[in-house]
């Protein structure tokens, strides 16, 4: 009875093992050839390449930067010798530091070489050509007329001159003042006088061949709180950071100083490190804070220079500095944009390590466009484009003097 039933037990889980058996192979025969694997094929053309997340479309067409770095599913923009959205050729006209480099005659730059201390320009047709036989070794500071047929130079040692260049004249200025900027032009140079009293601490102007001084404002204590920065009208002389500093979420109060020293308007910006410069008719000021409300990220800003000044103050979405930007018109600024930013970094460039792109804003409309990026990747800085568009003047980390071809 015990061998039967045993006998039993085992034909019984042999037949269930059999169905198992059976079912199994079934369920994976249907899974065979009803979940064909899908095959993808990398894109190898820009017409593969269109419908392809991360592709060319949208980032080529919205002007936004394509990465340089060889990506699956990417593909790199060839380079051009003139800026056409991608990756450009620069040229360097120096081999050396340079200072100042300033828009001459609307084509080519002048500029101080620290080098051999002697002053040049480059001109349209690429000739180097010295601004004067004179020598000024060791300059610490030199700034140009927007003419830059004269130019303030400070030494070491404390000695302070202003060169005319077509007259081949060199006048003295007392040892105490510094941060000189011209009138548009360069009739006169604004400054700050600084002396060891600081109630004597004066914001003042004089003819740029010494024949005549004025006192515009007592500066006292506050003298570190005041920027000289002529408008191209000459009506503003400078901004002091001196209003409210309490207006809450981070805002402070920017005076714009007058000719006649008096306060003529006020900007209300969104965090420190402010920086400005002057739109061609003064009808802008283009400014630069680290947003306190932003991780002190650097911020750029447009408000009105002219009538309500201050007006229609607008943030123009541009993680950059004012340092980096030059108007192309007054309407339109260029300016070299960090490709990645930091928090903090709006308080110190310095912090900042990646290389730039360089872009196209309309100030009016807020409209971007991306021009294009060095083939190498560098950081830029002293921006200036010919009057014809055509070319965009910079200096590199190096101090060295380029450019890129706009068109």
């Known amino acids: 009875m015990f061998e039967m039933l045993s006998y039993r037990t085992k034909r019984i889980l042999g037949i269930i093992a059999l169905f198992t058996f059976v079912i199994l192979v079934g369920i994976g025969l249907f899974l065979l050839f009803t979940n064909t694997p899908v095959i993808t ?3 190898t053309t820009p017409e593969e390449q269109e419908n392809v997340p991360g592709g060319l479309t949208g980032a080529e ?12 599913g990417t593909v790199t923009l060839p380079a051009s010798q003139v800026a056409t959205g991608g990756p450009t050729y620069t040229q360097q006209l120096t081999a050396t530091p340079i200072t ?13 070489s620290s080098q051999d201390g002697h002053f040049y320009k480059i001109d349209s047709s690429g000739e180097l050509i010295a601004l004067s036989l004179t020598n000024f070794p060791n300059a610490e500071s030199v700034v140009f007329a927007d003419t830059a047929n004269v130019a303030a130079i400070e030494f070491p040692d404390g000695t302070n001159i202003i060169y005319d260049f077509a007259k081949e004249k060199q006048t003295t200025l007392p ?8 009138s548009s032009d360069g009739q006169e140079v604004a400054s700050k006088s600084m002396t060891s ?38 009506n503003i002389v400078g901004f002091a950071e001196t209003g409210a500093t309490s207006l809450g979420f981070g805002r402070y109060e920017i005076y714009l100083i007058g000719s006649n020293g008096e306060e003529s308007g006020n900007l209300i910006v969104e965090g420190g490190n402010f920086s400005a410069i002057w739109s061609p008719t003064n009808s802008y000021i283009l400014y630069s804070v680290a947003q306190s409300s932003n991780n002190d990220r650097p911020s750029l ?8 000044v201050g007006a229609g103050r607008t943030n123009l979405g541009i993680e950059t500095w004012v340092e980096k930007c030059t108007f192309k018109s007054d309407s339109v600024i260029i300016c070299a ?5 930091t928090n903090d970094s709006g308080l110190d460039h310095r ?11 309309n100030i009016t409309t807020g409209t971007k466009k991306l021009l294009g990026y060095p083939v190498l990747d560098m950081q830029m800085f002293n921006l200036s484009v010919s009057d014809d568009d055509s070319i965009l003047y910079f200096t590199d980390a190096y101090g060295r003097l380029n450019y890129m071809s706009l068109k």
């Open 41 to 43: 094929k990398e894109p």
């Open 61 to 72: 067409q919205a002007g936004e930067r394509v990465p340089t770095t060889e990506k699956p």
């Open 100 to 112: 100042s480099p300033t828009l001459i005659d609307g084509a080519g730059i002048a500029f101080y």
């Open 175 to 182: 040892s105490h003042w510094e941060n000189f900027d011209f």
């Open 197 to 234: 009293d600081p109630s004597q601490n004066a914001l003042v102007v004089s003819s740029s061949d010494g024949s005549r001084t004025e006192v515009l404002t007592p500066l006292g204590t506050n003298a570190n709180k005041v920027t000289v920065n002529y408008s191209n009208d000459n």
């Open 301 to 308: 800003w447009i408000a009105s220079g002219t009538g309500n």
């Open 337 to 341: 944009v960090p490709n990645q930013v």
């Open 351 to 361: 912090l900042i390590q990646s290389s730039d792109s360089v872009y196209e804003i």
